[in-house]
């Protein structure tokens, strides 16, 4: 019998209890699910950062600890964390991304907002371009880059991208390194942020590269609060950018009195974006046990020289 500890809170419990012995039966694995194992007898730890168990010294037989989000800032720098981290990679966490990011993406460039606030009896003629005519920059070519960077270039928009290592995605224009980073942005006229939080990307949109941008670009961050420096940001908004869609901020929930609530250049959203389902989950954590009683290497192992 393998042992797996969930610790994540209370509220996720009901849908992982359910959707997991499914998955560990469909991967012949036969797994006592449980919230109060023992430390010495567990196997692998099934977590979400912020659940109960945030010392990882006496889980000694533990042979990975399974995260039950994408990001991973907050759980990797964790000095008791020595066993295998691996992070969430899940169909149902990517498509959800997807479908957010393509409905801000063509909401922008449609230019929905002009029209929807604008049911003032003006007949307003003023036609969008179209995609091929909209350059679109994403941050982050991580699976979710990656998988936004397809939809969008599906539907006609040249899309860049950069990463910190060298990625090659079909019809999509990959960078890399300080160079590639500004080439990407130049004359960007939407900018996506997909990148993982890191001492390297915090800040890394600030009042220099949103100069970068096209006059009039949007700013799209379903990524992490602290990659965009909030003064620089809306600084840059009486200047170069039209727009903002925020999802994630430094501070959650966003403060009732925070200036991006009531700014007219803003749209917050409450950190919706995407999330970890259930469902699909399920699968991405049996197969890791799988593979960790097959002596097989985990899917999606963190990188802890680079913190994701």
């Not at 600890?65 to 994408?70: E, G, K, R, S, T």
Request: glycine letters at 8%.
């Amino acid at each position: 019998m393998i042992n797996a500890l969930f610790s994540a809170n209370d509220a996720a419990w009901p849908d992982y209890s359910e959707a997991l012995p499914p998955a560990f039966k469909k991967f012949g694995l036969k797994v006592d699910l449980s919230r109060d194992h023992p430390p010495e007898t567990v196997d692998y730890i099934i977590a979400a950062p912020n659940g109960p168990v945030q010392d990882f010294a006496p889980f000694t037989r533990c042979k990975a600890v399974l995260n039950l989000w994408a990001g991973v800032e907050d759980i990797a720098p964790n000095p008791t964390l020595t066993q295998p981290l691996a992070r969430m990679v899940d169909k149902g966490l990517t498509d959800g991304m997807v479908e957010w990011v393509v409905a801000h993406t063509m909401r922008h460039h449609m230019g929905l907002d002009h029209h929807i606030n604008g049911q003032d009896g003006i007949w307003r003629t003023d036609y969008p371009p179209l995609a091929a005519d909209r350059p679109v920059t994403i941050l982050g070519l991580g699976e979710l880059g990656v998988a936004c960077a397809k939809a969008l270039r599906d539907l006609g928009f040249p899309v860049s991208g950069w990463s910190r290592s060298q990625k090659a995605v079909d019809g999509v224009t990959c960078h890399s390194g300080e160079d590639g980073f500004h080439r990407a942005l130049t004359d960007a006229e939407i900018l996506i942020l997909l990148l993982p939080l890191t001492d390297a990307t915090t800040n890394i949109i600030n009042a220099e590269t949103l100069t970068l941008l096209a006059k009039g670009a949007f700013v799209i961050n379903p990524g992490r609060g602290p990659l965009i420096d909030d003064d620089a940001l809306i600084a840059a908004l009486g200047t170069n950018i039209a727009h903002a869609t925020l999802d994630v901020f430094r501070t959650e929930p966003l403060p009732k009195n925070h200036v991006f609530w009531a700014h007219p250049q803003v749209t917050v959203t409450p950190h919706i974006a995407s999330t970890t389902r259930p469902k699909t989950a399920a699968n991405c954590i049996a197969e890791n046990i799988r593979r960790g009683e097959a002596g097989e290497a985990f899917l999606h192992l963190v990188d802890r020289s680079r913190g994701y």
